[in-house]
């Protein structure tokens, strides 16, 4: 990591794949600085969204205001395929309160299997409320398909700041 200070603020670039939470907070104690992370919410924020799931949801404990920003996280992934702990209904609540909230969202990443009906119209249903958003700018779907029920919904290409899409598609075999 890198940080730059400046009148202005501080930047935070990140220069390799293991991004540590934990490591940043090190260095500012160690920098003298203080260490009252209730002062960078913004900084919080776009700490916690080049994090894993896991290490950015473990910055929550540190203060009221890292809860705050790691549950008004702009960048979503979801997987809900087979094997993961992540449901339908977890999907569901966090774009419903994003939504109610008027929340940004400015990536969306979805891994879902498309297994039934249920799947297909939870998925359909989160990408129309996805793409109402008029922040968001990177869209990726990533689906398996167990059977042949999804189509694209439209609105996700109504999208006034979308800059990137990508959407793959794989049949599972068995």
Known sequence: MEFYFSDKGCEV???QPDYSFFA????IVSSGMRPEVEDVPVLMQHIQSRLSINEAARTSVLSKSSLHAWSTIPNLRFDVQRGKHLKLVDVDRTLIRYHRDNI???TFDLMIDIANQES?????K???LVGTKAC????????????????????IL???NLTKIR???SIPFG
């Open 136 to 155: 968001l700018k990177e869209f990726y779907l990533s689906m398996a398909l167990w059977c042949p029920l999804f189509t694209l919904p439209d609105e």
């Open 158 to 160: 109504s999208g006034e």
């Open 13 to 15: 670039y990140f220069s």
């Open 104 to 106: 940004p969202i400015e």
């Open 24 to 27: 940043l907070i090190n260095w």
């Open 126 to 128: 989160w990408i129309r």
């Open 167 to 169: 959407v793959s598609a």
């Open 120 to 124: 297909t119209s939870h998925a359909e």
